[in-house]
């Protein structure tokens, strides 16, 4: 009896410590579900800080990142696969990718960056305790339009009129943002909105040039970051100034400004962590950036034949020769 009673025990025993050897060996999943490609920066930024926080991909994390190329009638499919992959955290950008992956997803928690409004763009309820499976970083500053183009003021004193180049597939908030402190400032403004995946870019700029559009401000939205370099090309060949976001700084641009996104992955991964540890999202509340990048493309500059002001590249934090 006693001989069965052991056997017993070892079957047991057998069978319930493969299956806790699993459970203790399983690897964290994050997805990351981004609006645009995966040549955007901001996606090998985001590994550098989880690996910064200790975070080694194949040993004690499995990154799963999917990417809609600016096509958001994709994001809900995008998230549903993340969530049959039984991904333990999201870190997604954009309110408008966060919508869309609110329709398929309601329990897997999600941790958002550069979404403008998180409240008014019905993302969360409350910014202090946002509740539910959604929380994140917010870099958006009403006044950095207004920043951005005191730049190229500075830099082209003889600015009248700017263009602004957006995303028919979002709200027009940056957009709206962007005229009315061009106005502010004495300035003309040109809006021209394209749509992914095939951007009309040669119309924008037939039409930038039919409107003697003296530099272009391409705003931080999916569509033109995809093609910030296309942009930036046909910028130069204009000889047309360029201001874009920070993450534009690869392209070309004649300069970018902004609030750092490098802050707000690096914060984002943070939240990710202590998720990842135990913390309800509902319970983080979002984070706002308020630290700022100017870069200065003294190449471009070069090329366009324009000078930069020897103040306006004291004040950079990166000059590109």
Do not use: C, W
């Not at 009638?73 to 408008?96: C, T």
């Not at 994140?136 to 190229?152: H, I, N, S, W, Y």
């Not at 709200?171 to 005229?179: I, Q």
Request: no cysteine; net charge neutral; proline share 7%.
């Amino acid at each position: 009896m006693k001989t069965l009673f052991a056997v017993a025990i070892l079957t047991v025993g057998a069978i319930v410590a493969p299956v806790e050897a699993q459970e203790a060996a399983r690897i964290p999943r994050v997805g990351f579900l981004h609006p645009t490609s995966r040549s955007h920066p901001m996606f090998d930024e985001f590994r550098r800080e989880l690996a910064k926080l200790g975070y080694v991909e194949g040993q004690n994390i499995i990154i799963e990142p999917r990417f809609a190329e600016g096509q958001y009638d994709r994001v809900p499919e995008l998230a549903a696969e993340l969530a049959r992959l039984k991904v333990d955290v999201i870190a997604i950008q954009g309110a408008v990718t966060v919508r869309a992956a609110k329709k398929v997803i309601t329990t897997t928690p999600m941790v958002f960056v550069i979404v403008l409004d998180p409240v008014t763009e019905d993302v969360v309820a409350n910014l202090e305790r946002p509740g539910g499976n959604i929380t994140g970083v917010t870099t958006f500053d009403p006044q950095q339009a207004r920043k951005q183009l005191e730049l190229l003021k500075e830099a082209i004193p003889s600015l009248k009129r700017v263009a602004l180049l957006g995303d028919r597939g979002v709200s027009e908030a940056l957009m709206n943002a962007g005229e009315e402190q061009a106005r502010a400032l004495g300035l003309q403004s040109q809006r021209f909105r394209v749509a992914g995946p095939t951007p009309d870019l040669e119309g924008a700029f037939a039409a930038f040039r039919q409107g003697h559009a003296d530099a272009v401000m391409v705003l931080e939205e999916p569509v033109p970051m995809i093609n910030r370099k296309r942009i930036a090309e046909l910028a130069a060949r204009d000889r047309l100034p360029t201001m874009f976001p920070p993450t534009g700084a690869d392209a070309g641009a004649l300069m970018t400004y902004g609030t750092s996104f490098v802050e707000g992955y690096r914060r984002m991964a943070a939240y990710v962590d202590k998720i990842l540890k135990g913390a309800k999202p509902g319970d983080l509340p979002v984070q706002t950036v308020s630290s700022y990048e100017l870069t200065v493309n003294l190449k471009t500059a070069r090329e366009i034949g324009v000078t930069i002001p020897p103040e306006v590249v004291k004040r950079a934090d990166r000059v590109i020769q």
